[in-house]
């Protein structure tokens, strides 16, 4: 509930400096395909060498990396949510 205390142009503030994202590691990327095929929201297009991502799209739900065989799907974090461990 205190986050409802928040105004809400504060809140888009924040979210805008505090983001985790899915990212690719390409040197254990093959290629599947399989993240591709598995986002709910298509917020990843085949593409040579890797995948890649709209973000904008994309709503981590993270199940391109648990789908990923090659475990080649990690997480970037920006400065602050880095911080904040």
Not at 21 to 41: K, L
Not at 47 to 73: D, G, K, M, W
Request: charged share 15%; net charge positive; aromatic share 8%.
């Amino acid at each position: 509930w205190m986050y409802s205390l928040i105004p809400s142009a504060v809140a888009k503030a924040g979210a805008r400096m505090f983001w985790i994202r899915p990212v690719i590691d390409r040197s254990r990327c093959v290629n599947c395909g399989a993240c591709v095929e598995s986002c709910p929201m298509s917020a990843l297009a085949t593409s040579a060498p890797t995948p890649v991502f709209n973000y904008r799209l994309c709503i981590n739900c993270l199940c391109c990396q648990e789908i990923c065989p090659e475990h080649a799907i990690g997480q970037r974090k920006s400065p602050l949510a880095a911080l904040l461990r």
